[in-house]
């Protein structure tokens, strides 16, 4: 639970959009995050996790809710476009997201990379 304090408020900008991460309780009133591990609030700018999930869960959950902000940002949900069906939305959301998980855990190297890589872009930016 510990690592669940660690993002729960923090900030998550995802092209225009700044989201705001927020961990709660599932709702049965409001049928909020009773059938899921987390959501993504497109017009609240908000991604919502549900409590309690083991670390493993969690990290994939929080790939996933960004997967679909990218797809929302990127213009890909809106009519005629690939993802605008939700049902397609939601199986390309999830493999991307569960292979993307499986490939960062199998090589913990390319974490390392990517922040080295990201970094030295910006130092040569300024």
């Not at 409001?30 to 993504?40: A, E, F, Q, V």
């Amino acid at each position: 639970i510990w690592i669940l304090m660690d993002i729960d408020g923090k900030k998550l900008r995802v092209g225009f959009q700044d989201l705001t991460i927020e961990i709660k309780d599932a709702d049965f009133r409001t049928d909020n995050l009773t059938d899921c591990y987390g959501h993504y609030l497109q017009r609240e700018n908000k991604i919502q996790i549900n409590t309690n999930l083991e670390t493993h869960d969690l990290l994939n959950t929080v790939i996933h809710e960004c997967l679909h902000a990218c797809a929302y940002v990127g213009g890909l949900t809106t009519k005629s476009n690939p993802l605008a069906d939700e049902d397609k939305e939601e199986v390309v959301t999830n493999t991307l997201a569960n292979q993307l998980h499986i490939v960062l855990r199998d090589n913990p190297w390319l974490l390392k990379f990517i922040q080295e890589s990201i970094s030295k872009t910006k130092n040569k930016e300024k």
